[in-house]
């Protein structure tokens, strides 16, 4: 490629990245903002979610007619409501999540979803005439006799004939009522067993329409009559169905939380582009280009995939902001050594984008595979979060290697920016923030595993004495964010549900402390949880527009959770294992995966002491932690891979040793970078983020650690048990011959 061509794609980029981030805070004419072209999550935007499990015994085809036919019914229900993008997805086997952006009345939302809606006509003596599957339609209609309204019902021809053939039969006699109150003459109209209408006909009905009425003064109401008809427009769903999880977010809390964390956003990516000037210069320059266009590609790729966007999601992006500067960081360390080592800036550039090359593509593809199994096993939440992380990896390495590489080439080739101190080194050679000593590790890890192992019997006898703090969705429960409008006492909150027996925690939150949050170990179902609401009405004068969030998770929810924790952590480190196994060989492979299980047994360790509540973002914690773990580590391999083909008469311990301080600046500086972008997201946004944070930043600071006290160490250790590394096998072989 040209130079004149390499500047002009340069402009091009440059003009991309300011046009990208215009069009991304501003919009253009007719062409929105990102802000109000990205679909926001339900914990971003409000609306209610809930999770409903059929009840049957059903399998294999069956159960998926079911469920497809279940899927169907719900669909229908939810598009009566009036309200934009409801989503209707079938989850894992038996289970339904229906998702209402918007949705204000939870109370209604939720019942209407999980009616039956078994509409039954029957005769006084309970003998069965037709079901809502011979209904066609069903609408409002003014009730003239009794006042209010009615539900006008048109029949199919089949369900016309046998309605004609009961109300003859009612008008003969000889029916004798079973209910009390109702008419020997009267088709008793039921809704899930229960009497709506007994209307008594006065002749005949023939032609397939019908009036239910009330038969009291008033009639019914409209916003009775109208969800009645629509349920029935609906159709009767094939199976009863339980509600197992369910959530009500109020907006107020969402967009607050976005605000926040979208701040926290913008100071991160500032600290950045500040350490990677200070640090890195023409290079820092060269990242801090891409890192922008990073950021611009990743909200519009989201865009254009409809992707929503989360508040774990946000934390994901955030993360992937860090490990995109970890490329670069990778690959400038590389020129920069070559540099030290008196290779010319032109050349040092082109060998350190192709011998870090493969250790980028290697280390973010370990993470991918984290990220690949946390989709699949994750919940909503945690999908957003994985789905971001994807997303960002895959456009890192686009980043890092095309964007960086060709801002970088140009550099190189001007008079004025190829010169050494645009690239951190001195005059004398050596690099400005090179270390001043060389460590030694590899004779000094009994002490490393004396300390991991402190730490993790520590973990695991604070752990089995007083149990991990587990959230609601493990457990099962309830959690209600209540604002109470003022500060009040914990003792009124507490003697005013007291009579629901709930065995609750209240905490409380908020700047000024009148926020409280309800957990009880108890999943309660939605009316339970209106008539709490109802008793804090009556005696605090709120209303159910103070209900800020509302989460149940049944106690099968906790147990399918903490089994697919498992399952994730154990396909993520078999897949890594493979990797690594294929890419290195078997013995780097086992230490990695011996590294990770060490990082995520000190996490857990770090919750237990702590106690700090595990729960569904402590399982997308712990699966990052191991994919970034193991990228830090395969660093140091690599590192080390290379140093044992060319220092042939050196031995394994200097080696490692010799390695580890070649990647060690890298290491720290990559570890500073993540750890920079999620501070402030930590301190300015709320605890939905929160959660998702607090295990990256431990995960962070141990996987550094680990990937040059213990991994190394490691694979010392195996190595002195099986007789060396495989590629001083080869050569020795190769000398024998």
């Known amino acids: 490629m040209s130079s004149t061509t390499k500047k002009l794609l340069a402009i091009l980029v440059i003009i991309v990245v300011i046009f990208g981030w215009w069009l991304t805070a501003f919009g253009l004419g007719e062409l929105s903002p990102a802000t109000e072209k990205i679909k926001l999550g339900l914990d971003i935007k409000g609306g209610v979610y809930v999770v409903l499990e059929a009840e049957t015994d059903a399998v294999g085809d069956e159960l998926n007619k079911i469920m497809e036919q279940t899927q169907a019914v719900i669909e229908n229900r939810v598009n009566q409501m009036g309200l934009s993008e409801p989503v209707v997805t079938i989850e894992g086997r038996n289970r339904v999540r229906v998702e209402l952006p918007g ?16 509409l039954e006509f029957v005769l006084a003596d309970g003998t069965f005439v037709l079901d809502g599957s011979d209904m066609k339609s069903a609408g409002v209609t003014q009730d003239s006799k009794n006042g209010g309204y009615a539900i006008a019902l048109e029949m199919t021809r089949e369900g016309g004939q046998k309605f004609e053939d009961a109300t003859r039969k009612s008008l003969q006699g000889g029916v004798h009522s079973i209910y009390e109150g109702v008419s020997d003459r009267a088709i008793v109209i039921l809704l899930d067993k229960e009497i709506i209408s007994s209307p008594v006909p006065s002749e005949v009905i023939s032609g397939g329409n019908a009036i239910i009425t009330s038969g ?90 409809r992707a929503v966007l989360t508040l774990p999601g946000i934390a994901g992006i955030i993360l992937s902001v860090g490990m995109a500067v970890d490329a670069n960081v990778v690959i400038f360390s590389r020129i920069r050594e070559e540099i030290v080592n008196g290779k010319s800036i032109r050349v040092a550039t082109q060998l350190g984008f192709k011998r870090a090359l493969s250790t980028v593509i290697d280390s ?75 460590f030694t590790f590899i004779n000094k890890r009994k002490i490393f595993y004396s300390v991991s192992a402190g730490i993790m019997i520590l973990g695991l006898l604070v752990g089995g004495i007083r149990g991990l703090n587990y959230g609601i969705d493990f457990t099962g429960g309830t959690m209600m964010h209540i604002d109470m409008g003022s500060k009040v006492s914990q003792s009124e909150v507490q003697k005013s549900v007291a009579k629901y027996d709930l065995d609750e925690e209240i905490v409380f939150a908020g700047d000024k402390q009148q926020e409280i949050i309800i957990r009880t170990t108890k999943a309660l179902e939605n009316k339970e949880r209106m008539e709490i609401v109802k008793s804090l009405s009556d005696t605090f004068g709120i209303s159910e527009d103070n209900v800020l969030s509302i989460e149940q998770f049944g106690p099968s929810v906790g147990k399918e959770l903490q089994k ?128 998702f944070v607090v295990p990256l930043m431990v995960g962070v600071t141990v996987g550094c650690i680990s990937s040059v006290a213990e991994c190394a160490p490691f694979y010392h250790d195996i190595n002195k048990l099986t007789g060396g590394p495989k590629y001083r096998a080869k050569k020795s072989r190769k000398r024998k011959r």
């Open 103 to 118: 949705a204000e009345d939870s109370d209604e939302a939720i019942s209407m979803i999980g009616k039956t809606a078994q």
């Open 216 to 305: 009291n003064i008033g009639g019914f109401s409209l916003d009775y009559a109208s969800n009645i008809a629509a349920l029935i427009r609906g159709g009767a769903l094939p199976v009863g169905l339980k509600e197992v999880t369910s959530s009500v977010q109020t907006a107020k809390i969402g967009i607050n939380a976005l605000e926040k964390s979208v701040y926290a956003g913008i100071i991160g990516l500032i600290l950045i582009i500040l350490i990677m000037f200070v640090f890195y210069r023409a290079m820092g320059l060269a990242a801090n280009i891409a890192l922008l266009l990073y950021v611009v590609m990743i909200l519009w790729i989201m865009i254009a995939m």
């Open 364 to 438: 973010q593809l370990t993470t991918l595979i984290a990220a690949v199994v946390l989709y699949q096993v994750g919940t909503s939440s945690v999908k957003g979060f994985a789905m971001t992380l994807m997303i960002g990896i895959v456009v890192s390495v686009f980043a890092a290697v095309a964007v960086t590489q060709l801002f970088l080439k140009i550099l190189c080739e001007s008079k004025k920016f190829s010169k050494p101190w645009y690239y951190g080194v001195k005059k004398d050679g050596t690099s400005i923030f090179s270390m001043k000593r060389e």
């Open 564 to 691: 697919n924790a498992l399952l994730a952590i154990l396909i993520s480190a078999l897949g890594m294992l493979i990797y690594v196994s294929i890419r290195f060989e078997w013995k780097f492979g086992i230490s990695a995966l011996l590294g990770v299980i060490h990082d995520a047994i000190i996490v857990l360790a770090f919750y237990a002491i702590f106690n700090i509540t595990v729960n569904s973002p402590f399982i997308a914690g712990i699966l990052t932690v191991v994919g970034y773990s193991i990228n830090d580590t395969i660093v140091v391999f690599d590192r080390v891979r290379e140093n044992l083909r060319l220092l042939k008469n050196e031995g394994l311990q200097r080696i490692l040793d010799l390695s580890i301080n070649q990647t060690l600046q890298r290491s720290i500086m990559t570890s500073v970078t993540t750890l920079i972008v999620m501070v402030p997201l930590f301190i300015m946004s709320g605890p939905a983020i929160r959660e």
